[in-house]
């Protein structure tokens, strides 16, 4: 082959070659201009906005919740404000460096940081995971100071909230918890989302949704490091309202104190309209221990104790009433026609049925009695023979019409019923017949009776009322502003005694004997120039003869010893507060409870004291 045909069958394949490769550059260059018009223009605006959102995150701004008040007006609980530590995981590259750093800052423990981010990071990567709630001002500090080491780190300021007195009302008042998924799930709590708080008992939880506000809202634009540069927009959030309670702070913390060192219960009401005066349950504890959440074994400590501190004493302490429920058999008989206010028995101390004696508190008896002087000096042969006649079913029916055995109805906590048995409801509950025995038992407030403190103020509101029960409320007003209510106080009849006026009235001068006359055994409740009227209460925990047996160098062990009761209004004539005590194993009810009515039976009408807030412990001073 010459030279020239090789030269031109090298130049032609050349050329070939050289036009496929550009055809294939061309080729590529299409493709790649194609995309970035399908990117720029086609898709472009989808892009934009997900960078948008990327550089924009929208913050929950958490509301103030409503403030609690007194009748007085001070203010009992309240918000202060608390920095909270935040991490989002999507703008951290290394969780366990993150906390490696914080640990040595401020000792916050690296285990639960770099869990928490690292579970987070998969669900929502975007969400604000909360590290610690309320640092102190010195972490705050020290976080803020090295922020630009702290990639994801954000510090929000929130409402927290405050019991200024500490423990007081704290039964009344309950406390908050991080809201539940079952909560959550219910649809009763719109608008709330995982970690926020939320009532959990008394006045917190009956007013949660109207407490509670609504959150706002903010546009923030951030830069890479997710550090915020800019507020874009605003929604504030929507304040809850304030709930504005009956009781005077002062009346509640006398009626605390007079419990201090015992167990036990107060309630103390109108008995003209049912406004609860004071609710006072010892031993009680500090709600503010639950704001910043409570560790498990902290929890199990309180939940578990023996002292039961988170039980509310005066709603759900049920005790036998004792001689305060003959307060009932004595109307019963009266109303069933099977005594009249002159009939007299003969109490010599014990009272036979069968086999079996039944003694009266007073060993050799009381003599001949009527039913005034039964009452006044509590004789529990009257009653022993009164209940005898009326049978066990009369009783519990009687009992029940004095709203015993069942709720009163109490607007801001939740309340154990009591019992008052009957021949169907032991035949049900225990398989066997009613026993003749436990008539005469219940007659006297043993056997299977059970009040609560609340319950029995109730009752003997009654009694001086003209018959009327009312439901306890603990709410005066709810409201938005001063001229926005969204509640107020009404009273609320439950129902009408039904029960003669003349049998009222018989039973109120023999309550009122029972403390001002010289052998009535509410003696320590006697107040100068104010009647007071009342009935005590000794209920057993366990029968004499096991207290003869178990005794300790002459002693009952603590546990084993008598439940005090007192109940009593004041002034008879024209009663302004009734008053129900209970101290548990407190022993006669004349020595450990009445001297307790007394003391705040005289300080609420007297008002010593009363409406004065400077003596009473402050827990927190910055509140909003």
């Given amino acids: ?293 409570i560790d498990k074994a902290t929890w199990k400590t309180i939940s578990g104790s023996e002292d039961y501190p988170l039980q509310n004493r005066s709603l759900a302490g049920q005790y036998p009433p004792g001689s305060t429920f003959k307060i009932v058999v004595a109307l019963a008989g009266l109303e069933e026609g099977l005594i009249h206010s002159d009939d007299e028995i003969f109490c010599d101390g014990t009272f036979t049925l069968g086999t079996h004696r039944y003694r009266c508190w007073k060993r050799y008896g009381h003599g001949h009695v009527a039913l005034h002087k039964a009452i006044v000096e509590s004789c529990d042969v009257y009653f022993y023979k009164l209940g005898k006649k009326l049978g066990i079913d009369r009783i519990s029916s009687y009992a029940k019409r004095f709203g015993l055995g069942h709720a009163t109805g109490f607007d801001a906590g939740r309340e154990r019923p009591g019992l008052i048995p009957s021949r169907e409801w032991k035949l049900r509950k225990c398989g066997v017949p009613w026993q003749a025995g436990e008539t005469i038992s219940t007659s006297i407030g043993q056997s299977f009776v059970l009040a609560t403190p609340l319950q029995m103020a109730i009752l003997v509101s009654a009694v001086f009322n003209g018959g009327v029960l009312y439901q306890p409320q603990v709410t005066e007003r709810v409201e938005k502003s001063s001229s926005i209510a969204l509640y107020r106080f009404t009273p609320r009849i439950k129902a009408g005694l039904g029960i003669d006026p003349a049998h009222l009235e018989v039973v109120k001068n023999a309550l009122t004997g029972a403390v001002n006359e010289p052998r009535g055994t509410g003696g320590r409740a006697r107040l100068k120039k104010i009647s007071v009227a009342g009935k005590t209460g000794t209920s057993q925990v366990i029968t004499l003869e096991n207290q003869k047996a178990l005794k300790v160098d002459g002693k009952i062990p603590y546990k084993y010893r008598d439940h005090a009761w007192f109940v009593a209004v004041a002034p008879s004539e024209s009663p302004k507060i009734a008053v129900a005590v209970v101290v548990e194993h407190g022993g006669q009810g004349s020595r450990a409870a009445a001297p307790i009515a007394r003391e705040l039976i005289g300080a609420y009408l007297r008002g010593e004291g009363l409406g004065k807030h400077s003596d009473i412990p402050v827990a927190g001073t910055s509140v909003e």
């Avoid at 200024?164 to 809201?179: D, T, V």
């Avoid at 608008?191 to 949660?208: I, T």
């Avoid at 929604?235 to 104190?257: C, M, Y």
Wanted: aromatic share 8%; charged share 25%.
């Fill in 1 to 293: 082959m010459r030279t020239s045909d090789f030269d031109s069958v090298y130049f032609e394949l050349l050329s070939r070659q050289i036009t496929k490769i550009t055809l294939v550059v061309l080729a590529i260059f299409s493709i790649l201009i194609l995309r970035l018009w399908f990117l720029q223009v086609l898709n472009g605006p989808a892009y934009r906005t997900k960078s948008e959102n990327n550089r924009i995150r929208l913050q929950d701004i958490a509301p103030f919740r409503g403030l609690i008040f007194d009748s007085k007006g001070q203010m009992m609980v309240g918000n202060r404000l608390s920095y909270d530590l935040f991490v989002i995981p999507e703008d951290v590259r290394d969780p366990g460096d993150l906390a490696a750093t914080l640990n040595r800052l401020v000792g916050f423990e690296p285990e639960g940081i770099t869990a928490a981010l690292v579970g987070a990071s998969r669900a929502f990567p975007f969400r604000p995971v909360c590290i610690k709630r309320d640092i102190t001002r010195d972490e705050l500090a020290i976080i803020e100071t090295h922020r630009f080491n702290l990639p994801g780190v954000v510090i929000k300021v929130a409402p927290q909230r405050i019991y200024i007195h500490g423990s007081l009302a704290a039964h009344l008042f309950g406390y908050l918890g991080e809201i539940g998924e079952s909560e959550l799930k219910s649809g009763r709590y719109p608008g709330s989302k995982p970690g926020d708080l939320m009532g959990k008992a008394g006045v917190e939880w009956r007013w949660q949704s109207e407490l509670s506000g609504s959150r706002g809202g903010e546009q923030v634009e951030v830069d890479a490091s997710g550090r915020q540069i800019r507020v874009i927009s605003r929604k504030p959030p929507d304040p809850g309202a304030n709930v504005h309670l009956t009781i005077d702070a002062r009346f509640q913390a006398l009626a605390e104190a007079a419990l201090k060192g015992k167990k036990g219960a107060v309630a103390a009401i109108d008995p003209n309209d049912g406004r609860v005066l004071a609710l006072a349950s010892s031993p009680a504890y500090d709600p503010n221990m639950f704001i910043g959440g």
